[in-house]
């Protein structure tokens, strides 16, 4: 026969997001950190500011998949 455990009041259980103990988390953090570094090795044409393009676009949904050079 099963025992039922105590409940404890106001108690609950969440996923720990923690990128270490979250493998989709952590493909996510990576494709971003991609990115990221695709961006800031784009310059301004006309300042040479690294982290030029695109900014944002309507309508896109995740997975945006895009090329920083424009």
Known sequence: MRQSLPTLEGAFKETDMRPSYNPTRMGVIGELTTLLAKRLS???????????GKVSA?????????????
């Open 42 to 52: 784009c310059l301004c044409p006309a300042c040479h500011t690294p982290g030029w």
């Open 58 to 70: 309507k309508g896109l949904r995740w997975p945006v998949r895009y090329s920083t050079r424009q």
